[in-house]
Nanobody, 119 residues
């Protein structure tokens, strides 16, 4: 069983910064891709940023230049540095891990961490 645990959410003023962390636990040989998604009230869950084990990244256009994703493969961890935060970044942020090798093959989600950007 693979579990993801996020931390680092909170309340921040517009223009501020936050750093989200996520660590995967369980019997894991390798994680192909880790990343972050978010869901604002009344909206669908959307991609924020992902990074493969080969360090290829993908960012939503709305966060390019402000957010940076990084990984620590040895610890099965992924981070999201969020700078220049805007009120529209307010959402629940979910960590995601995609494992392609058996027997843990599948997509896994954390429980989510709230990020609120408000003055």
């Amino acid at each position: 069983q693979v579990q993801l645990m996020e931390s680092g959410g909170g309340l921040v003023q517009p223009g501020g910064s936050l750093r989200l962390s996520c660590a995967a636990s369980g019997t894991i040989f390798s994680i192909y891709r880790m990343g972050w998604y978010r869901q604002a009230p009344g909206k669908q869950r959307e991609l924020v940023a992902t990074m493969t084990s080969g360090s290829s990244t993908n960012y939503a256009d709305s966060v390019k230049g402000r957010f940076t994703i990084s990984r620590y493969n040895a610890k099965n961890a992924v981070y999201l540095q969020m700078n220049s935060l805007k009120p529209e970044d307010t959402a629940v942020y979910y960590c995601n891990a995609l494992i392609t090798d058996v027997p843990q093959r599948g997509a896994y989600w954390g429980q989510g961490t709230q990020v609120t950007v408000s003055s």
